[in-house]
């Protein structure tokens, strides 16, 4: 059971270019989320999902798109990266709605937009 | 809106208790949530509140006062492991997604 899986680990991109964020996990998770954290500020939800096939946006999802085709996975995606989304992003999911279901967190991608 | 309130450093000292604060104020309260995270590393659980009182696991315990909007997290014999940030996370009703607060960088010196 690997748990929940970013790849990649560390990226540093050009202004302006795109990349993909992986998200997978074993866990049979309906729910999932992307969050960016930086220095001072706490987690921050980008975007999330209750189900294969659904998205929602959270508190800062401009810039940002996620897809949910199998149950499994959650990419986030930036078209064109600005400084700003210099972060690091942490993927999180659990099982459903149940309230006592912790979110289980992957280990991070660090991403550095220069 | 949520608005979410902890310290942003503590410092304590080996074998001593610390008590980390978290005030919240919200429109349909489902739960509160607390997880540990070492530098460089991903946030793990540490426990989960909704009724009022306190909860006990091992050095950890946690409180909660539904009326007060506030919540504690309370670390006995403290060791230098414990070095970390604790993040408070309220769960609205709903099927609205956990909102973190900003973190206490606790250090714990010998």
């Known amino acids: 059971n690997a748990g929940v899986t970013q790849t990649p680990k560390f990226r540093v991109l050009k202004t302006g270019q795109s990349m993909t964020l992986l998200c997978a996990q074993d866990?049979?998770?309906?729910?999932m989320y992307w969050y960016r954290q930086d220095p001072g500020m706490g987690l921050r939800l980008i975007h999330y999902?209750?189900?294969?096939?659904?998205?929602a946006k959270g508190e800062v999802p401009d810039g940002y798109n996620v897809s949910r085709l199998k149950k499994q996975n959650f990419l986030l995606g930036l078209e064109s990266a600005a400084p700003s989304q210099t972060s690091v992003y942490f993927c999180?999911?659990?099982?459903?709605?149940?309230?006592?279901?912790?979110?289980?967190f992957g280990n991070g991608t660090r991403l550095t937009v220069t | 809106g949520q608005n979410i309130d902890q310290p942003t450093e503590m410092t304590a000292t080996e074998g001593a208790i610390v008590q980390i604060n978290c005030t919240y104020q919200?429109?349909?309260?489902?739960?509160l949530f607390w997880y540990q995270q070492h530098a460089g590393e991903a946030p793990t659980f540490l426990s989960y509140?909704?009724?009022?009182g306190l909860e006990e696991k091992g050095r950890f315990s946690s409180f909660l006062s539904r009326s007060k909007g506030y919540s504690y997290l309370l670390l006995k014999e403290l060791q230098m492991k414990d070095s970390a940030s604790y993040l408070c996370?309220?769960?609205?009703?709903?099927?609205?997604?956990?909102?973190f607060g900003k973190g206490t960088r606790l250090s714990v010196i010998a």
């Open positions: 866990m049979n998770h309906e729910y």
């Open positions: 999902s209750v189900g294969e096939g659904t998205t």
């Open positions: 509140n909704v009724l009022d």
């Open positions: 996370a309220v769960l609205n009703s709903g099927n609205t997604p956990l909102v």
């Open positions: 999180a999911s659990k099982p459903g709605q149940g309230a006592r279901s912790p979110l289980h």
């Open positions: 919200t429109s349909g309260f489902n739960g």
